[in-house]
Nanobody, 124 residues
Framework: QVQLVESGGGLVQAGGSLRHSCAASGRTLGDYVMGWFRQAPGKEREFVAGASRSSGTTIYANSLKGRFTIPKDNAKNTGYLQMTSLKPDDPAVYYC?????????????????WGQGTQVTVSS
């Protein structure tokens, strides 16, 4: 099994950038498809982005495409959620997840392993 530990959340001003990390241990992150989700208070968990094992295929929520990217560093066994031009409606707990499907999906049910989540807050 893979274990995922997240870091990098915090407070950022609107318009700013933040990089969220997801470090894998126990298994190679490249053995899994990777997904990113977020959940704001009182709302359902929302798909942000996903990548195939090799990151050859990436998918993004339409509303976030162009502002968020999900690079990976295989040498560090770590995936990243790079967030730019943050808006007042972006605050949420952000989660990384890993799954065993062939391609990344948009449903949280397609992912088996989850990080603990970290809070992102945007100040206006």
């Amino acid at each position: 099994q893979v274990q995922l530990v997240e870091s990098g959340g915090g407070l950022v001003q609107a318009g700013g950038s933040l990089r969220h990390s997801c470090a894998a241990s126990g298994r190679t992150l490249g053995d899994y498809v990777m997904g990113w989700f977020r959940q704001a208070p009182g709302k359902e968990r929302e798909f942000v982005a996903g990548a195939s094992r090799s990151s050859g295929t990436t998918i993004y929520a339409n509303s976030l495409k162009g502002r968020f990217t999900i690079p990976k560093d295989n040498a560090k066994n770590t995936g990243y959620l790079q967030m730019t031009s943050l808006k007042p409606d972006d605050p949420a707990v952000y989660y990384c997840a890993a799954g065993t499907r062939f391609l990344p999906g948009r449903s949280s049910q397609e992912y088996t392993y989850w990080g603990q989540g970290t809070q992102v807050t945007v100040s206006s």
